[in-house]
């Protein structure tokens, strides 16, 4: 009979042994779950970050390149979205915006009149544009200007500011009001 008493006592040692592996176990894939989710969630706000930054570097683009800020440094876009100076991007293509750029009104920081003498009117076509042959001075100069875009997704609040500097060769009346001598 004594061998049937110890037979009894290591069943029930075998089952408390088996109940701590499971919640061990459990706790372990709990755990694991849970890093899944911080690190997929790291992931969505880089990547949310990423498009921001890609959606102000874009309106950016767009404003240097269609040249009227140094005319009317209040309405750089041909079109803008809501209030003047400010895109609006749907990247997901379900018909809202999923991230707006409001474009600060750039800033001229400098102009330089360009002598005549300085000028090779032989051999380019905006040189000889700019030549004005009794003056000392060209009717062309080169601006520096600033820009800034702060770009905001509507949906996670992810919230970037870019700032760009472009050199740009312009006339002096187009320069004059936004960018006094």
């Known amino acids: 009979m004594n061998t049937?008493?110890?037979?009894?006592?290591?069943?029930g040692v075998a089952m408390v042994v088996a109940l701590i592996m499971l919640l061990a176990m459990t706790l372990i894939a709990v755990?694991?779950?849970?890093?899944?989710?911080s690190n997929l969630k790291i992931v969505q706000n880089?990547?949310?970050?990423?498009?921001?930054?890609?959606?102000?570097y874009a309106a950016?683009?767009?404003?240097?390149?269609?040249?009227?800020?140094?005319?009317?440094p209040d309405a750089i876009f041909d079109t803008s979205c809501e209030v003047a100076n400010q895109k609006c991007y749907d990247f997901n293509g379900d018909g809202t915006n999923d991230i707006t750029v409001a474009v600060a009104a750039p800033t001229c920081v400098?102009?330089?009149?360009?002598?005549?003498?300085?000028?090779?009117?032989f051999d380019s076509e905006a040189d000889a544009s700019c030549f004005l042959p009794p003056a000392v001075y060209s009717m062309c100069a080169n601006s520096v200007w600033e820009f800034q875009a702060t770009a905001t997704?509507?949906?996670?609040?992810?919230?970037?500011?870019?700032?760009?500097?472009?050199?740009?060769?312009?006339?002096l009346n187009r320069v004059d009001s936004a960018c006094p001598l």
């Not at 755990?31 to 989710?37: D, G, M, T, Y």
């Not at 880089?46 to 102000?56: H, K």
């Not at 950016?60 to 009317?72: D, N, Q």
């Not at 400098?110 to 009117?121: G, M, R």
């Open 4 to 11: 049937r008493i110890a037979f009894d006592k290591e069943q």
């Open 31 to 37: 755990s694991a779950a849970n890093l899944v989710q």
């Open 46 to 56: 880089m990547e949310s970050r990423d498009m921001v930054r890609s959606a102000a």
């Open 60 to 72: 950016l683009e767009e404003a240097i390149s269609s040249g009227r800020f140094t005319a009317s």
């Open 110 to 121: 400098v102009v330089q009149p360009i002598k005549n003498s300085d000028l090779d009117v």
């Open 153 to 171: 997704d509507v949906v996670t609040g992810a919230e970037v500011v870019a700032r760009q500097g472009v050199g740009v060769l312009t006339t």
